[in-house]
């Protein structure tokens, strides 16, 4: 029998995994619903293509579920865990990039009222 940390329930010290009554599920339904909005995202080009979207939002989720235990044990305010996860979902959501807006000259020589360059 693995060695327990006094006051922590079916915790091991390192090296064991927590038996299964200890562990705690990954919230599936947000994890498929971040994923769905990553690929809703990716069709729109508001993300990158390059990205994994059931392993970003895993990820996501892991961090939440950190950062609240963070917040919990006072490792971090609210509004501190509340910036990590704005950072990193502006990250993910990120329009890609577009190229530069090239500016179309009418044959006078003026800008195109019709391209919207002024």
Same mark, same amino acid.
């Given at each position: 029998?693995?060695?327990?940390?006094?006051?922590?329930?079916?915790?091991?010290?390192?090296?064991?995994?927590?038996?299964?009554?200890?562990?705690? $599920?990954?919230?599936?339904?947000?994890?498929?619903?971040?994923?769905?909005? /990553?690929?809703? $995202?990716?069709?729109?080009?508001?993300?990158?293509?390059?990205?994994?979207?059931?392993?970003?939002?895993?990820?996501?989720?892991?961090? /939440?579920?950190?950062? $609240?235990?963070?917040?919990?044990?006072?490792?971090?305010?609210?509004?501190?865990?509340? $910036? =990590? =996860?704005?950072?990193?979902?502006?990250?993910?959501?990120?329009?890609?990039?577009? *190229? *530069?807006?090239?500016?179309?000259?009418?044959?006078?020589?003026?800008?195109?009222?019709?391209?919207?360059?002024?």
């Amino acid at each position: 029998m693995p060695e327990q940390v006094e006051g922590l329930v079916d915790a091991p010290v390192l090296g064991e995994r927590l038996p299964e009554r200890g562990r705690v $599920a990954v919230p599936t339904s947000l994890v498929a619903f971040l994923a769905d909005q /990553l690929r809703q $995202a990716q069709r729109q080009g508001a993300t990158s293509r390059d990205i994994d979207p059931d392993k970003e939002a895993t990820t996501v989720v892991a961090a /939440l579920t950190g950062l $609240a235990s963070g917040v919990l044990g006072n490792n971090f305010t609210v509004e501190e865990a509340a $910036a =990590i =996860i704005d950072y990193t979902l502006d990250r993910l959501f990120q329009r890609a990039k577009a *190229p *530069p807006v090239r500016h179309r000259l009418n044959p006078r020589g003026d800008h195109d009222a019709n391209t919207g360059c002024t």
